[in-house]
């Protein structure tokens, strides 16, 4: 599970059911958000008593995407973003960490869900000297996304394309990685692509618990070897260091030991 569902369209016109979970409102009240209802609480709540480091794992995916917009503004240099499946806000949005840091960043969210696209005004917020905008659009549409986003954006300099828990809700792999290659080919060289998704050999119970939970009939989400999760940065030049479970990467000394989880995550430069 994570912080959205994708459909293969746009899915504006589709009315929101407050009466039965929702997986980005329970990946929001994961996070400590306020945009969900008893509903998901419950969910969320009945599917940590089985697996109570899904909240670890929820957290350190949000820390892992701050840590990785901090690196691209602050030291690559990096202005521009495209946030594919940005889901609910909630804190450490990706304008609001870029922003931050570089006033004039600008950012482009992408979703398709009707509950996102819903709150998209609580995503909108921006500084005088930067842009943020939203798309509604689903991740198996990249030419769509990438006519939309240069709307907002200069296509032509470096851009950041954040994929963030969304690439497993593709089942097939090589459909993911083309998606991942469409996405990439229409940014230039200086552009970076940063995922992070569920991984599978670190923690068996979460397997058991993501397995069981595609089983209900719900948006499946599917976790993948690290080799599979490594292959999206193919002919990308790799951030140290590399892909690793993200409490991992370039932790904050502040943040304690860091100790290995099932989400790994990476960031890759387009030479």
């Known amino acids: 599970m994570t912080d959205h569902a994708i459909t293969p369209g746009p899915a504006a016109n589709q009315e929101i059911d407050t009466s039965v979970p929702h997986s980005a409102r329970i990946w929001n009240y994961w ?45 690559a240099g990096v202005r ?46 921006s500084t005088p000297q930067g842009a943020t905008a939203y798309v509604d659009a689903s991740l198996y549409e990249p030419d769509r996304i990438l006519a939309a986003a240069a709307e907002t954006l200069d296509l032509a300099r470096p851009t950041a394309l954040i994929l963030s828990g969304i690439l497993g809700h593709v089942a097939d792999h090589d459909q993911a990685c083309s998606i991942v290659r469409r996405l990439m080919d229409g940014l230039p060289p200086g552009s970076h692509l940063s995922v992070n998704d ?7 119970d979460y397997e058991q618990a993501q397995d069981s939970y595609n089983e209900t009939g719900a948006v499946p989400y599917f976790l993948r070897p690290v080799a599979q999760i490594a292959a999206y940065f193919d002919g990308l030049e790799l951030v140290e260091p590399g892909v690793v479970p993200v409490p991992l990467w370039r932790p904050e000394k502040s943040s304690g030991e860091p100790v290995p989880i099932g989400q790994h995550g990476g960031l890759g430069r387009k030479p």
């Open 31 to 75: 996070l400590g958000g306020k945009d969900n209802h008893p509903v998901d609480e419950e969910a969320g709540d009945a599917y940590s008593a089985v697996f109570p480091g899904i909240v670890t794992i929820a957290r350190s995916s949000r820390a892992f995407l701050r840590r990785s917009i901090r690196y691209l503004v602050a030291e």
């Open 80 to 125: 521009q973003f495209v946030d594919v499946g940005s889901g609910l806000p909630t804190v450490d949005n990706t304008h609001e960490v870029a922003q931050g840091i570089a006033p004039d960043a600008r950012i482009v969210y992408v979703d398709n869900d009707p509950l996102v696209l819903a709150h998209a005004h609580a995503l909108l917020g």
């Open 198 to 204: 569920g991984s599978r050999g670190i923690d068996p």
